[in-house]
């Protein structure tokens, strides 16, 4: 046992004298960031996927963007906000600072479900837990895992004026070190990135986002990552409104049809749904009124007129809760060529 633990000590100090110099060569300063003054870089949207010589692609998780700090064997977690995030995740914290060496990783923590899928809803309840007690039960019923995409500093250097590529295969070798533990790496595909795109649609994951592999780490906005979204679309039957003035709109609310053949409400939609360009939309509904919501798990919304479920619209979303609400959702047409009975609820789909 203290043999092996020698050989373990000794792998850390080769790994570290090599990379060390590695990153002297490649000309990376001596002076680490602290982890409070880092800007998070921040990818554009683009509607399409595409592939590109010199481009990496990575699966985008659906998770609390965070940097996490190894300084002096101590751990510090931050949101990107810079908001504290150490004491929520206690086994992430744990994790870091168990590490052989000072670093900032810049990464997604996610919490898994049964089938290894990011679930949101999980970690949103993780992030609700500040005190120290309830984070710790949380991170034992629901533990999260760092999907860590790039390393920032290591040993008392800042990586972030070096090309992308190297700083992410020091990032694969340095937390390869660490055994058994919710820090993983979040691989890339070069090139591919149409390839890639279709697996993560097929999959029903959040979507791929691609950087230029020589692109240094800025903070902020940057054309040099480029994430595309793989949001999920479907149809739903338009069951209430609220007005916005005279004749626009401010929300419609949905419902869908449920597994026991009533109307189940999903939720309201107001993105996309702009005043004006909403008037015969509205002039249609008006002639749809009902005293009361079609759809029995229907909230009491104060603003809303409940209608007869006649039109049907499509709407994109980026999943559906526990509770069978539409999250992230967003107006794109009226389907007048499909009947509301035709509208099936998300969770009788998948």
């Not at 949101?79 to 997604?108: C, K, M, N, Q, W």
């Not at 559906?320 to 539409?326: I, K, P, S, V, Y």
Request: hydrophobic share 40%.
């Amino acid at each position: 046992m203290v043999a092996q633990g020698r050989r373990k000590n000794q792998a850390f100090r080769s790994q570290l004298q090599k990379q060390v110099t590695e990153i002297e060569h490649a000309g990376a300063p001596r002076s680490a960031p602290d982890v409070t003054n880092v800007v998070v870089m921040k990818p554009e949207t683009r509607e399409r996927p595409f592939s590109r010589p010199g481009w990496l692609f990575e699966l985008k998780y659906d998770g609390f963007r965070m940097l996490a700090e190894r300084r002096d064997g101590e751990a510090r977690l931050l949101y990107r906000s810079g908001r504290e995030a150490t004491g929520i995740f206690p086994e992430l914290a744990r994790a870091v600072a168990a590490l052989p060496f000072d670093l900032i990783l810049d990464g997604e923590a996610v919490v898994l479900d049964a089938a290894g899928r990011p679930a949101f809803q999980l970690l949103q309840r993780r992030g609700q837990r500040t005190r120290r007690i309830d984070a710790e039960h949380a991170a034992a019923a629901a533990p999260a895992t760092f999907f860590a995409f790039d390393l920032l500093a290591f040993a008392g250097y800042d990586l972030r004026p070096l090309p992308l590529a190297l700083r992410k295969d020091l990032l694969r070798r340095s937390l390869d070190l660490a055994e058994e533990s919710p820090l993983r790496v979040v691989e890339a595909v070069e090139e591919r990135g149409e390839d890639f795109y279709a697996a993560v649609v097929g999959l029903g994951l959040e979507g791929v986002v691609g950087k230029r592999g020589d692109s240094p780490y800025k903070g902020g906005v940057s054309r040099d990552w480029l994430k595309v979204r793989a949001d999920r679309s479907a149809d739903f039957a338009i069951v209430g409104f609220e007005p916005e003035g005279k004749t626009g709109l401010r929300n419609l609310h949905l419902a869908a049809v449920g597994p026991g053949g009533g109307w189940d409400y999903v939720g309201p939609v107001g993105s996309g749904v702009a005043g004006n360009q909403m008037r015969p939309i509205r002039a249609r509904l008006e002639a749809l009124r009902r005293p009361q919501a079609v759809a029995a798990n229907a909230p009491a919304v104060r603003a809303a007129v409940w209608v007869e479920p006649a039109l049907v619209c499509e709407v994109r979303y980026k999943e559906h809760t526990d509770d069978g609400r539409l999250r992230q959702p967003v107006f794109l047409r009226l389907r007048d060529d499909k009947r509301p009975e035709e509208c099936t609820a998300p969770a009788a789909r998948q």
